[in-house]
């Protein structure tokens, strides 16, 4: 993993289940910080504590539970995300300004404080640079497997790493971020260089993704570079370098995301092109990947192009229906806005039986081009979220 960075989880008892609960992720120095948080007007208290310490720039370590938010909890949710960076910094002999919080899991139930302090000794001393598989654990909370990418890139004969480290897998429509998104590496920057390459990744992969509609109340990515490589921001082709990684890392976990969506059993990537703009083509491919009855179709494997059309018809973007193409991987299902016949809906319906592939919209009225990926929507997601409290 990254140099100067060492993780841990553990089962802390927040959880009813028993699994990893509690994590951590501490730098050896203190790290240049950047984050994006979730644009709903209900925020959890860690996001609101973190938007108050990354002003300052600098993180050296950041405490993670899942198995409840700490969300709309009141003065004592504040109270409670302060005392939990509170144990960190006095356990690790840190500034506690120099921690950050998260929490993901059930809305509106008070943080069990307690557990995490009785924890916090044992998870301090598993800290390790081969923890961060713990660390991913501990923080899914529907998730059915880890996400953890790594990159490597070279500058002046010396090595950066990137590693990200994700969860999220319901309540999954970004408007900033997925659930939960951290990210080392061991480059040097400051602050305020890796503020706009974080939004430019994060708009280009967890901005481009969705699998049930809703945006979280406690959704954050926060990257932390500690310098350790001896490579610089500022070396020629290092920014370059690193913007690949991480845009590379960011997409492949919004990727995993969609891919490990409550009871998903598809990964598809919406293509929008010829459109009249960007944020047109953008528009036509965020309402179709987000629509109920698209979903539904793809987990029935049906090849219900009329859906796809009904979608893109209602998405406020400019649309002539006697020009629009429409494909399933480059099986060619609609021309000119008409049905191509009972063969290539037969050649369709094989695509839709692959659990990875493409829909194409082409518009055929300029050169706006965007893409969003999506999963279907199944019976199980509907059995997973009926009682999830429970």
């Known amino acids: 993993m990254c140099q100067g960075f060492k993780a841990a989880g553990m089962a802390a008892g927040i959880k009813k289940n028993g699994n990893k609960d509690l994590g951590l992720i501490v730098s050896e120095v203190p790290a240049a910080v950047a984050a994006v948080f979730t ?58 300004n120099l921690v950050c919080v998260a929490s993901t899991g059930v809305i509106g139930q ?17 800290l390790s640079e081969d923890g961060f598989s713990d660390f991913a654990e501990a923080i899914m909370t529907t998730d059915t497997k880890p996400k953890i990418v790594s990159r490597k890139a070279a500058v002046s ?49 967890f901005n481009r993704i969705t699998i049930d509609g809703d945006t979280s109340t406690n959704d954050t990515v926060l990257v932390l570079a500690n310098g350790i490589s001896g490579i610089s921001m500022n070396q020629s082709g290092a920014q370059e370098k690193f913007q690949k990684c991480l845009d590379e890392i960011l997409v492949e976990l919004a990727k995993m995301v969609v891919r490990d969506g409550e009871g998903a059993t598809k990964l598809v990537e919406v293509i ?62 609609v021309k000119d806005g008409l049905w191509c016949g009972a063969e290539a809906e037969k050649n369709a319906t094989r695509v839709l039986k692959t659990p990875e592939f493409n829909i194409t919209v082409d518009l055929k009225l300029g050169a706006g081009e965007a893409s969003y990926w999506t999963c279907d929507f199944s019976i199980d997601y509907v059995k997973i979220n009926a009682d999830y409290r429970s």
């Open 157 to 205: 004969g010396k090595t950066f790493t990137v590693t990200g480290i994700a969860k999220g897998a319901g309540m999954i429509c970004p408007d900033m971020a997925t659930m939960l998104c951290f990210v080392c590496t061991d480059i040097a920057a400051d602050s305020a260089a890796l503020q706009p390459m974080l939004q430019k990744a994060v708009d280009l992969s």
């Open 272 to 333: 929008v092109r010829g459109a009249v703009s960007a944020s047109d083509a953008k528009k036509i491919a965020y309402t179709v990947a987000n629509s109920n009855l698209f979903k539904t179709a793809l987990f029935g494997e049906d090849a219900n192009w009329g859906r796809i059309l009904a979608a893109a018809g209602r998405s406020g973007a400019s649309l002539d229906p006697q020009k629009v193409d429409i494909f399933f991987n480059d099986i060619r299902m």
């Open 110 to 126: 008070a943080l069990p404080v307690a557990k995490i302090e009785s924890a916090f000794p044992e998870l301090a001393r598993s």
């Open 39 to 96: 644009k709903n007007k209900v925020q959890a208290a860690p996001v609101l504590l973190d938007k108050e310490r990354c002003k300052t720039g600098k993180c050296q370590a950041i405490i993670v539970n899942s198995g409840n938010a700490n969300c709309c909890t009141g003065p004592q949710g504040m109270a409670d995300a302060i005392e939990m960076s509170r144990l960190a910094a006095a356990g690790l002999s840190l500034s506690e």
